[in-house]
């Protein structure tokens, strides 16, 4: 003998409705949390020199630097558009450095982008592809780097 509990369409009705109001919120806070998490992997500066990063030149002006991964980072000048891919190596720290910033090291050829600093989150990118002199500098040269701050 079967016995088959009957259900209420009414009672089906609701656990849909429900069922759908909590797959509604999940996604809406993913996406909030998604578009909080890209907004704080970009900012703006205005770079008063002209640099070098990962063998390309940029003239001074302002521009938008977007973290799209870990591994890779977008510096695109906001006067005229163009933009390069840098790759980096992202390191997390426990302490949140409290702003944004870009860390240039100069020498005689110019100024060279070696560090870019999220401080939401404790995020530091050193930009993986450095010629050799610019390496050598970071390392050998006694002198402060050159901070441009980022909003």
Do not use: C, W
């Not at 079967?2 to 089906?12: D, L, Q």
């Not at 030149?57 to 977008?74: E, M, N, Q, T």
């Amino acid at each position: 003998m079967k016995i088959r509990a009957a259900v209420s369409p009414v009672v089906n009705q609701l656990k849909t409705r429900v069922a759908f109001f909590a797959v509604a919120i999940a996604v809406t806070l993913g996406m909030m949390n998604a578009r909080s998490v890209y907004a704080q992997d970009a900012s703006q500066a205005t770079i008063p020199f002209a640099f070098s990063a990962n063998h390309q030149a940029f003239p001074a002006g302002h521009y938008r630097v977007s973290r799209l991964s870990d591994s890779y980072l977008i510096v695109r000048s906001t006067d005229t558009g163009v933009g390069a891919g840098l790759m980096v190596r992202t390191m997390r720290t426990l302490e949140p450095s409290g702003k944004n910033s870009l860390v240039f090291q100069h020498d005689s050829s110019g100024y060279h982008l070696l560090t870019v600093r999220f401080g939401h989150g404790g995020l530091q990118t050193d930009l993986s592809v450095q010629p050799k002199s610019e390496r050598e500098i970071a390392k050998m040269t006694a002198e402060t780097p050159t901070e441009v701050g980022m909003n």
